[in-house]
């Protein structure tokens, strides 16, 4: 778990530190420095006109611009998304799986509900989403958290079940407790742990997903730099030049990999029954 949390603690250090950590801007280019190599140098135009020598750590792409900058830029998008997909499907599942598991009325609608929406590849709900609208952050994230809402909304139902039925709810209704204090003050507080750990995995979840939208050419717009933009532009050349594809997926593997590994660390630390096992 301390490798996953140290790897992602590099990942959002990067994002933030972007502007510094890039050498130039992911969105300038030069015809004459196409398709380098890692390490090789060659000649980048500036905003302002100027023509400046440049060594691409990681290469250049076939517009002649700099892999390194772009791989950056794109931590900064990736896990944006991740965070927002995470916390927009945890905030709806919340309120959809609370309403499910204590108001017995409501269970059935909204549990068949969210098995139709269960039914749909969410890869597919993605793209139909993304290919309605006009291709943006918030567009992508509503995309992806849509099919992950029925997840945690199934998580926190199965939860309310088991927590509703404890003395102290009882003792809570038997005072006349308000039904949103009892929902939202007495049973999510014990969700919390459980939903920790789906929150990661929704994080990493997205990021691929993300990946997939921008790699299949539905996702963000190609002049903002993703993971999947950048290797969409470089799998035609993949055989002679590899590192465009190379160097994004690895920093992808690398962060959805890490994410995983805390959520794991964090339900064996979380979860009595396994704490109990270590």
Same mark, same amino acid.
């Given at each position: 778990?301390?490798?996953?949390?140290?790897?992602?603690?590099?990942?959002?250090?990067?994002? @933030?530190?972007?502007?510094?950590?890039?050498?130039?801007?992911?969105?300038? !280019?030069?015809?004459?420095?196409?398709?380098?190599?890692?390490?090789?140098?060659?000649?980048?135009?500036?905003?302002?006109?100027?023509?400046?020598?440049?060594?691409?750590?990681?290469?250049?792409?076939?517009?002649?611009?700099?892999?390194?900058?772009?791989?950056?830029?794109?931590?900064?998008?990736?896990?944006?998304?991740? %965070?927002?997909?995470?916390?927009?499907?945890?905030?709806?599942?919340?309120?959809?799986?609370?309403?499910?598991?204590?108001?017995?009325?409501?269970?059935?609608?909204?549990?068949? !509900?969210?098995?139709? @929406?269960?039914? @749909?590849?969410?890869?597919?709900?993605?793209?139909?989403?993304?290919?309605?609208?006009?291709?943006?952050?918030?567009?992508?994230?509503?995309?992806?958290?849509?099919?992950?809402?029925?997840?945690?909304?199934?998580?926190?139902?199965?939860?309310?079940?088991? %927590?509703?039925?404890?003395?102290?709810?009882?003792?809570? %209704?038997?005072?006349?407790?308000?039904?949103?204090?009892?929902? !939202?003050?007495?049973?999510?507080?014990?969700?919390?742990?459980?939903?920790?750990?789906?929150?990661?995995?929704?994080?990493?979840?997205?990021?691929?997903?993300?990946?997939?939208?921008?790699?299949?050419?539905?996702?963000?717009?190609?002049?903002?730099?993703?993971?999947?933009? @950048?290797?969409?532009?470089?799998?035609?050349?993949?055989?002679?030049?590899?590192?465009?594809?190379?160097?994004?997926?690895?920093?992808?593997?690398?962060?959805?990999?890490?994410?995983? %590994?805390?959520?794991?660390?964090?339900?064996?630390?979380?979860?009595?029954?396994?704490?109990?096992?270590?």
């Amino acid at each position: 778990m301390r490798i996953g949390a140290a790897v992602i603690a590099a990942m959002v250090l990067v994002a @933030i530190a972007a502007p510094w950590l890039g050498t130039v801007d992911p969105s300038l !280019f030069d015809a004459g420095s196409r398709d380098l190599l890692p390490g090789k140098t060659g000649d980048i135009t500036t905003l302002e006109g100027e023509t400046l020598q440049h060594t691409f750590i990681m290469g250049s792409d076939s517009f002649g611009r700099d892999i390194y900058s772009r791989v950056i830029y794109g931590t900064r998008v990736s896990l944006i998304v991740g %965070i927002a997909t995470a916390l927009l499907a945890l905030a709806i599942g919340i309120v959809c799986g609370l309403s499910a598991g204590y108001l017995r009325w409501l269970d059935g609608i909204l549990m068949r !509900f969210m098995d139709g @929406i269960m039914a @749909i590849p969410a890869i597919l709900i993605a793209i139909a989403l993304v290919a309605l609208w006009r291709g943006s952050i918030v567009t992508v994230v509503i995309a992806i958290a849509i099919p992950e809402i029925p997840r945690v909304t199934r998580l926190v139902r199965s939860l309310v079940l088991t %927590i509703r039925e404890e003395p102290y709810v009882e003792a809570a %209704i038997a005072l006349g407790t308000p039904t949103w204090k009892i929902m !939202f003050g007495h049973i999510l507080p014990n969700c919390v742990a459980p939903l920790i750990v789906q929150g990661t995995f929704t994080c990493a979840f997205a990021i691929l997903v993300e990946a997939v939208l921008s790699f299949l050419g539905v996702g963000l717009p190609p002049d903002i730099p993703t993971w999947g933009n @950048i290797m969409a532009e470089g799998r035609a050349q993949f055989v002679s030049f590899p590192h465009n594809v190379f160097f994004p997926g690895i920093f992808l593997a690398v962060t959805v990999l890490a994410i995983n %590994i805390l959520g794991d660390g964090l339900r064996d630390t979380l979860d009595p029954k396994m704490a109990k096992r270590v």
